[in-house]
């Protein structure tokens, strides 16, 4: 079956654009999180999603990320204003529920800012 | 401080050699999982564990709750098993769940 996808691949913005990055799911999974990469480190959660709500955004790092899942599947993450220090890879993964499941990784949209 | 500590942060064996990646976390957690990450590849999730021992063909994970600690095996490494592999614990706390990852065990495999 198709696993969690996301879109673009890689994403090249100029620093003070805004910026929007998708993830689609897996079907069912009611939960769904975003995490940040940056080079040589291991990911940090940004923020997580049971149905269409934001459960925990405590990661997100400032004012300028705002993520949002209006129908409980597919989910956008939006930085406005973006900075040189936005690069990262973004990660979203989805689970059958919140907490001690499982979860399953997209592949990661690359972003670049210049 | 890191609320998740890798060790050791990068690793070279020989083909065939057992290989122990450890993973101590700070505090009480409703799940440890143990990811695996390929050079320019998607994560993978390898385990989840709250408590016990998994085995999953050549990988073996166990988790010690009262000594806050999480090992990863790998019997028989090929170099196919060369990657980062990522210990993460979901932490329990007043506010929900928080998620924390460690850095990372970068696996060299030689042939």
């Known amino acids: 079956g198709a696993g969690v996808s996301q879109t673009p691949s890689n994403k090249v913005t100029e620093k003070g654009k805004y910026v929007e990055l998708r993830c689609d799911p897996i079907s069912g999974h009611t939960a769904l999180y975003w995490y940040r990469q940056s080079l040589g480190q291991g990911p940090e959660f940004l923020i997580y999603?049971?149905?269409?709500?934001?459960?925990?955004d405590s990661g997100l790092p400032n004012d300028r990320f705002f993520a949002v899942r209006p129908e409980g599947s597919v989910s956008t993450l939006k930085i406005q204003r973006t900075e040189r220090g936005d690069s990262a890879v973004y990660l979203c993964a989805s689970s059958l529920g919140q907490g001690a499941y499982e979860q399953y990784f997209g592949p990661g949209t690359r972003l670049t800012v210049t | 401080k890191n609320e998740v500590e890798q060790s050791p942060q990068n690793l070279t064996a020989q083909e065939g050699e057992f290989i122990t990646i450890n993973c101590s976390y700070s505090?009480?957690?409703?799940?440890l999982h143990w990811l695996q990450q390929h050079p320019g590849g998607g994560i993978v999730s390898l385990f989840m564990l709250s408590s016990g021992k998994k085995k999953h063909g050549r990988l073996i994970a166990t988790i010690n709750i009262q000594e806050k600690h999480s090992s990863l095996h790998i019997t028989a490494s090929h170099p196919r098993d060369s990657a980062v592999y990522i210990c993460?614990?979901?932490?329990?706390?007043?506010?929900?769940?928080?998620?924390?990852f460690g850095t990372g065990t970068s696996l060299t495999v030689i042939p």
């Open positions: 505090v009480g957690i409703s799940a």
């Open positions: 999603f049971q149905g269409t709500g934001a459960a925990d």
């Open positions: 993460a614990v979901i932490l329990k706390a007043n506010t929900g769940n928080q998620f924390y």
